[in-house]
């Protein structure tokens, strides 16, 4: 039941939804525009707000329902890993070429179910490193630092390893955003510029 369980999460994380949203909607594909990144940050730069409210909700579904499967089936096993497997089906899904996004709202949702003080800790970190460098990817990897360190510092959450990897995990997704803000192009969320690359509606509005 364990890996039956494994798998469907990873299934669940799998559903592309921005994707849907971009071929459906507007008759594009999102991962040849904005930062190419099948996510809702991208979204909301690309297909607008709507689209990108209903793009995080369903991605921090995705997280939520696969970390609550083992409740659901009273498997007495931890959610959290149940979560991860619907953030790797995120960001390497099986329904759109393992060309994902990049793991944060699908993460929330996870430790909605999983830790929701950890929750609350890593997405005020997230918010707060945004607000304060106007980089997204920046507030992205404090995620990964901020559950790890909390891991470390709680004697009730013993997932170091399990975090550390999520970490450079994130890192790795990043990796472009890293290389760009080295070379000095990478876009601050509040670049005047991110407004050339939305794209209006095919047929019906989100």
């Not at 909700?57 to 096993?77: E, W």
């Not at 393992?98 to 997405?123: E, Q």
Request: glycine share 8%.
């Amino acid at each position: 039941m364990f890996w039956l369980l494994l798998l469907m999460s990873y299934l669940i994380g799998s559903v592309p939804t921005a994707l849907i949203i971009g071929k459906l909607v507007f008759g594009v594909d999102i991962r040849d525009h904005g930062s190419k990144n099948p996510g809702a940050t991208n979204t909301l730069r690309v297909l607008g707000k709507k689209s990108a409210i209903f793009v995080l909700l369903i991605d921090l579904g995705k997280g939520a329902l696969a970390a609550s499967l083992p409740i659901f089936f009273n498997l007495d096993t931890e959610p959290l890993y149940f979560g991860l497997a619907a953030v790797i089906g995120h960001c390497f899904p099986i329904f759109a070429g393992f060309r994902g996004g990049k793991a944060i709202a699908t993460t929330a949702g996870a430790l909605l179910i999983a830790n929701i003080p950890l929750l609350v800790i890593a997405y005020i970190t997230f918010f707060l490193v945004i607000f304060l460098t106007k980089y997204v990817f920046l507030g992205s990897i404090s995620v990964g630092l901020t559950i790890l360190l909390y891991a470390f510092l709680s004697p009730h959450l013993e997932f170091e390893l399990i975090f550390l990897l999520f970490t450079f995990f994130l890192i790795f997704l990043h990796r472009s955003n890293i290389r760009n803000f080295i070379l000095g192009i990478e876009p601050k969320i509040n670049d005047k510029n991110l407004a050339n690359d939305r794209i209006p509606p095919k047929n019906i509005k989100l």
